[in-house]
């Protein structure tokens, strides 16, 4: 019976070896430390998680979060960097590390209150827009980020002033183009009218007087006079020194009065000059004003609902 003994020994040994208080423990350590990895984080205020989709809905308190905790703006961010930043918010807001006035819900009121009031800022950056259909987000994995980023708002400017309006500088730039391109035209179209009336005035000249075929004698004997005549009026204005200029190349060909006239016209082009000079400098300080009033008006409602949010928590 020795082989009984043994066996009855070996059942003994294991029997201990499963009431070991140290392997027990490990158990219930490992238990314990699994329960507590799945135990759910509670939020603040019963706010419910965010996830990278819920952008649009968000885009106004994230806005407030960056301006607010990181002195930002969301419009002078590009795709990348708000991208990055709303990965952080949402991190910070799942795991409930944000403040409590964060969570409450009239703290999201009052941002999406301030985003519909607040004036346009410039021009936007094109971004692509969250994809709304679940089939397409089950086929992508989270990993991708092809889809991920902000939409530009779609804001209506309020406010508008009533009366006539200060143009901008498209609009003078607009007009500048206009306006080069009807005085091309309109030189163009003299020139071509120079051209043929030069051209009429030719015909008429060869009608009345028709001149020699070309390679007789008459045709080259008037050739010869022509050229002689030419080295003659040379000759003359070289021996005659400085020739005297008459009053009509000087003072034009309507004397002191045309003169009068062009240095009018002179000073017209002078003042239309300086004109436009004044309408750029408006345009330019009207816009100037437009995004420090835009930008005072943004601070203004962020400290308000900064006040309104440490009331709220701090009574």
């Known amino acids: ?96 590390e944000l403040a409590e006035g964060w969570y409450d819900p009239a703290t999201r009121t009052r941002a999406n209150a301030a985003a519909q009031e607040e004036p346009p800022r410039g021009k936007r950056r094109a971004s692509p827009t969250y994809g709304t259909n679940e089939k397409t987000q089950t086929r992508h994995s989270e990993s991708e980020e092809d889809e991920f980023g902000p939409a530009p708002p779609s804001k209506s400017g309020g406010g508008q002033k009533a009366g006539p309006v200060i143009p901008r500088m498209e609009d003078l730039q607009y007009r500048d183009e206009i306006l080069t391109e009807d005085q091309k035209a309109a030189r163009e179209d003299l020139a071509y009218d120079r051209k043929q009336d030069r051209r009429v005035q030719k015909d008429r000249l060869e009608e009345l007087i028709p001149r020699p075929d070309p390679g007789s004698r008459e045709r080259q004997l008037e050739k010869k006079r022509e050229v002689a005549s030419t080295h003659a009026s040379l000759r003359d204005e070289k021996e005659a020194g400085v020739a005297d200029v008459p009053e009509a190349d000087l003072l034009g060909d309507d004397g002191v009065d045309g003169f009068k006239r062009q240095k009018k016209e002179m000073e017209r082009k002078k003042t239309e000059r300086e004109l436009r000079k004044e309408e750029v400098w408006r345009a330019r300080a009207e816009e100037r004003q437009e995004r420090l009033t835009a930008r005072k008006d943004k601070e203004d409602q962020t400290m308000e609902m900064f006040k309104a949010m440490a009331k709220s928590r701090f009574g």
Do not use: C, T
């Open 1 to 96: 019976m020795p082989r009984e003994d043994a066996h009855d020994s070996r059942r003994e040994f294991d029997r201990s070896r499963s009431r070991s208080p140290h392997r027990l423990s490990n158990h219930q350590s490992h238990k314990r430390k699994r329960s507590r990895s799945s135990k759910p984080v509670i939020l603040p205020l019963q706010a419910r998680p965010l996830g990278k989709h819920d952008f649009e809905a968000n885009r106004a308190i994230f806005a407030l979060y960056l301006d607010m905790q990181k002195q930002m703006y969301i419009e002078d961010l590009d795709e990348r960097e708000i991208k990055g930043r709303w990965k952080s918010f949402l991190g910070k807001w799942n795991r409930g």
